[in-house]
């Protein structure tokens, strides 16, 4: 599986649209939207595997997406297995709560409108209804929904 695809399968679990940019780190090495910036050098992800990374030998890694926001993932490995004929990859076992929508400010921002939500009525309630639509519930995740949008992954 191509890395580029490990994001598209983050951005489907997290309900996320691709806007921002975006980078994995594996130690000092860093794949992802690439960029040469000084000392800083981001490695293009369309063009390393999950085998060219090697990671059967890795413990963890980050996912870093909408550097200004700061959506920072810590990604343990559990383990790595062959793939099982019949099976459809990628694919999520299990999952909870709904993931924070995009753009939606960050991690305080996404707090403040969590707090917002819970408290109808208010004019910061009804922004945030209105941004976010009314069928977000962010104690939900759908895990139907989502191993059906990760069979579109280009693996």
Not at 30 to 43: A, F, H, K, Q, S
Not at 62 to 67: E, I, K, Q
Not at 81 to 91: A, F, N, V
Not at 118 to 139: F, H, K, L, Q, S
Request: glycine share 8%.
């Amino acid at each position: 599986m191509w890395l580029s695809a490990l994001h598209e399968a983050l951005q489907i679990s997290f309900e996320w649209f691709d806007y921002q940019t975006h980078s994995f780190q594996f130690e000092q090495e860093r794949y992802g939207n690439p960029l040469r910036r000084g000392e800083l050098v981001i490695e293009d992800d369309r063009d390393v595997t999950l085998l060219d990374i090697d990671l059967a030998r890795r413990t963890r890694f980050s996912y870093g997406y909408h550097f200004g926001e700061g959506w920072q993932l810590e990604i343990l490995v559990e383990k790595v297995t062959g793939l099982e004929k019949g099976k459809r990859y990628p694919s999520c076992l299990a999952g909870e709560r709904a993931g924070p929508p995009e753009d939606c400010g960050g991690l305080a921002a996404f707090h403040d409108m969590l707090a917002s939500l819970e408290e109808t009525g208010t004019d910061m309630n009804r922004e945030w209804r209105e941004w976010i639509g009314p069928d977000y519930d962010p104690a939900v995740f759908d895990l139907t929904k989502t191993n059906r949008d990760l069979r579109k992954v280009r693996r």
